[in-house]
């Protein structure tokens, strides 16, 4: 059966565009593919050089692929994750996708003539908008995923997990780089009568108002995490224990100053702040040691900071 | 259960075959390079696929790898996938070696060139060898700065019953790096594989 | 008298194949060696004519075994039979010596052609 008939109605009906050139990069043949969302025709274009008929193709890298393509007569690939497109082309669901031009995958064939001396290139161009789209939409979701899962779900500010995992990175970092490392660990105070008065949910604007005024006092590189029920903590790379204990002030002094509106009350309220520094301790003590200066905070009256000291007898027993 | 075991012989007869291939791809990549390209004689092995990422979490051990994969498939039922593994510090001398240094090309893109350039540059020769001839799927990047790449390639290797294991060193003039690739075959072509070497051994 | 040949390569195929593919009218006792320093050792205990030599070996490859033939003034032709086929790699082993360069696998046409040439059949 002869089947030479085939080949015309197949290339030009095929969902995959084909772009054949000669060694010297000259357009031999495209198919209708091409053709139509180019808006070029063959008869015009063959024997002009690929780069000066198809815009904006990346010249010197098409080149190198080209003629690796030749002088090896081994296949070369490019793929739409790492080059979205090479020929600039509009793809058919323009409402779908928010890019302009078709992603594309690409083979780059060597073919020889039957002569055995005149090779070619044949350009595979395959559609993989969709992919591409899909891809856009997983990453965005992902993203959002990522965001969900380190921050407190009420308050906004990081959760414990999230933060607990950023202070063991800051710690190590101040080991590396011997940069100094501060801990502050806060508590609302007398909670309790706060949720008793105004329910769990006056309790809880109360959590996210002070979240909001607090995270304003902050540098871009302090880590504000949510530690427990109305316990917070924040990290402060490269601070040495008398500039956070400044930082824990001002935090302090801009609760007790804040005027919180919640069913038209005016609520007042006020923390209180235990304060470590790093000196070579574990993530696990910096927190240990901030949250007895911080128990030591509510045994002097609240509203205050107060910075953790090393036990007298340690003190004595290294002088010995 | 299949034995894919392969006698002296026949592991003999592969790895001339495999060193007329490299022979033949250095030939090309030596012209392509415009350089010399000093081949040592590629170590052949023959492994169970599930000793794999043992022997490669122990070899490139601290280092983070990135694992390349290429699929192949060839007339006779002959196909399998190549796994080539470059060494992160190794990436910007094969980017020197092919002329990359100098424009936006990615890091990813251009492993993926590299790694089609040695492998079907290799596989052409042997499919040569084997009266053959392969077609190629695009390569992909199975993990790149990894730390779970042994689960990764333990992932992929369970799916083949027979791993090739071919150390390769590219040395250039003033350049040299190394890199491992792994030829993975199924059981079906395994058998055809030894079939074929049978008949290569029994015409010597 | 007959003449004494070496095929020296690390592979059996490589060493059988060649042997299959050598003239019938080639009259000699072929000797075989596995690597560069059996080749040697060879070389140094018998009166050998002819070396058919692979490069890529281990323990000392071929282009070493060139070395040592040169330096120590050995009285033998070597046929380089190897797959490392790039120009430079020819040239390198004919400034070392060689006699002549085939391409692995060896062909029979090859191999008698560059025979003839050199008036070993």
């Known amino acids: 059966m002869q089947l030479d008939w085939l080949l015309q109605p197949l290339l030009a009906q095929l969902n995959t565009g084909v772009l054949v050139l000669n060694d010297q990069h000259q357009i031999v043949f495209f198919n209708q593919f091409i053709a139509r969302r180019a808006d070029k025709r063959l008869e015009h274009t063959q024997g002009q050089l690929v780069y000066d008929v198809f815009d904006d193709l990346p010249r010197a890298w098409l080149q190198r692929k080209l003629d690796g393509v030749l002088s090896l007569q081994a296949p070369a690939f490019s793929s739409w994750e790492q080059r979205q497109y090479i020929l600039k082309l509009p793809h058919l669901r323009p409402l779908s996708s928010d890019s302009l031009y078709m992603a594309q995958n690409c083979t780059m064939l060597p073919l020889t003539a039957p002569d055995g001396v005149s090779h070619y290139v044949c350009m595979l161009i395959e559609d993989a908008t969709d992919a591409y789209v899909y891809q856009l939409q997983l990453q965005q979701s992902m993203a959002q995923l990522e965001l969900a899962n380190r921050t407190d779900g009420l308050t906004g500010v990081y959760n414990r997990r999230y933060w607990q995992q950023q202070l063991g990175y800051e710690v190590a970092r101040a080991v590396r780089y011997q940069h100094s490392l501060a801990l502050l660990l806060f508590d609302l105070d007398k909670f309790k009568q706060l949720n008793d008065q105004y329910g769990h949910q006056g309790g809880d604007a109360v959590l996210v108002e002070l979240s909001a005024v607090i995270g304003a006092l902050l540098r871009d590189t302090d880590l504000l995490g949510r530690y427990g029920g109305e316990e917070f903590g924040v990290v402060l790379p490269e601070t040495d224990l008398q500039g956070a204990v400044l930082v824990a002030n001002r935090i302090c002094k801009a609760v007790a100053e804040h005027q919180l509106l919640f069913n038209g009350q005016t609520l007042n309220v006020t923390v209180s702040i235990g304060v470590s520094s790093y000196k070579g301790q574990t993530a696990d003590e910096l927190i240990q040691q901030a949250d007895m200066a911080l128990y030591n905070a509510k045994r002097q009256g609240r509203n205050r900071v107060v910075a953790w000291q090393e036990p007298a007898e340690v003190y004595l027993k290294q002088v010995k | 259960m299949t034995d894919f075991q392969f006698s002296e012989e026949q592991r003999d007869c592969l790895q001339e075959l495999v060193n007329v291939a490299m022979g033949l791809a250095s030939d090309k990549l030596a012209r392509y390079l415009n350089t010399l390209v000093h081949l040592q004689v590629p170590a052949i092995k023959l492994v169970k696929t599930e000793q794999l990422p043992e022997h490669f979490a122990d070899r490139h051990q601290q280092q983070s790898v990135t694992m390349i994969s290429l699929g192949f498939f060839g007339d006779q039922g002959l196909r399998g996938e190549t796994i080539m593994l470059y060494q992160l510090e190794n990436v910007g001398v094969i980017a020197k070696l092919l002329g990359y240094s100098d424009d936006d090309s990615s890091e990813a893109e251009m492993l993926t060139d590299i790694s089609s350039v040695l492998t079907t540059t290799f596989l052409n020769g042997l499919a040569e060898q084997l009266d053959n001839s392969f077609s190629y799927a695009a390569p992909r990047i199975l993990s790149s700065r990894d730390k779970h790449f042994a689960e990764k390639l333990a992932s992929t290797a369970e799916q083949w019953q027979l791993a090739l294991q071919v150390d390769i060193r590219y040395q250039l003039t003033d350049y040299s790096f190394n890199c491992d690739m792994i030829l993975l075959i199924p059981g079906e072509a395994v058998l055809r594989l030894r079939l074929i070497l049978d008949q290569i051994l029994a015409s010597f | ?121």
């Open chain 3, 1 to 121: 008298m007959a003449l004494n040949a070496l095929i020296c390569d690390d592979s059996l195929l490589a060493r059988n194949q060649l042997k299959k593919s050598l003239p019938a009218e080639f009259d000699a006792n072929i000797v075989t060696a596995s690597n560069g320093v059996e080749a040697l050792a060879t070389l140094r205990s018998q009166e050998i004519g002819l070396v058919f030599l692979d490069l890529t070996m281990p323990e000392l490859d071929g282009i070493g075994v060139l070395e040592a033939i040169k330096a120590d003034a050995m009285d033998c032709l070597v046929i380089v039979v190897s797959a490392d086929i790039q120009p430079e790699m020819q040239k390198r082993v004919m400034e070392l010596g060689a006699l002549a360069f085939i391409q692995k696998p060896a062909s029979a046409a090859k191999l008698a052609d560059v025979m003839h040439k050199y008036g070993l059949i």
